[in-house]
């Protein structure tokens, strides 16, 4: 696939569903549920779990062409899931994604998410819940920080997507890494630190 058709798979698989949401809230529970676990049934087990004074962390990291081609893979499922709900053609959906790109100053806001999405040598996905309420916090951020065997740190802000955060790191060489989580929900702030083997 094409590095431009990525693009446009990527950003369909990401905004249909917001789309679909805003224009179609009829209460349908199965595509809810569908589009909540979507994301979690792609990946393996977490690279790190852990649970920070009432919310529950999880993060995987995969390369970048892991990513790449999970997106990929993804976004026929997901198209192909969300046509048969609503009646559309593929076409149609490219169409209304379009629509939505030339709304947004030459979309120059979806091509700065996709360059962070798609940036470094590796993806970093991270799931956030409340644990009381069971699902995700509302007015969330979040950062990683990577510590290089070097001892070179980077610290990346991460995209907020459906129900996940997400952002692309450098894992440049081999060795260990040192990642510190960091997420804001509301005006609290927390943290937490692990290590990660580069082979």
């Given amino acids: 696939m094409k590095t431009s058709n990525l693009f446009a798979a990527i950003l369909l698989s990401m905004v ?31 690279t790190f779990e852990q649970s920070v004074e009432g919310y529950r962390l999880q993060v995987w990291l995969i390369t970048q062409d892991e990513h790449k081609k999970m997106m990929s893979s993804g976004m026929k499922d ?19 994604v379009v629509k ?5 100053r030459d979309g120059k806001e979806q091509k700065g998410m996709m360059g ?17 309420a069971s699902k995700p916090p509302e007015k969330a951020s979040a950062e990683v920080e990577v510590l290089s065997p070097s001892k070179k740190s980077e610290t990346t802000k991460l995209v907020e997507m459906m129900n996940h955060f997400g952002g692309g790191i450098k894992l440049e060489g081999k060795g260990l890494y040192t990642l510190t989580v960091r997420w804001k929900v509301g005006d609290n702030e927390y943290k937490t630190t692990f290590t990660y083997q580069n082979y």
């Fill in 100 to 104: 939505g790109m030339k709304s947004d």
């Fill in 16 to 46: 249909f569903p917001l789309f679909v949401s805003a224009q179609h809230n009829h209460g349908h529970a199965s595509q809810e549920k569908y589009k909540s676990d979507k994301m979690s049934q792609m990946m393996d087990k977490p």
């Fill in 78 to 96: 997901s198209s192909r899931h969300e046509m048969e709900g609503h009646g559309m053609t593929e076409e149609e959906m490219s169409g209304m």
């Fill in 116 to 132: 962070a999405m798609l940036s470094g040598t590796h993806h970093i996905m991270l799931i956030l819940t409340d644990e009381k």
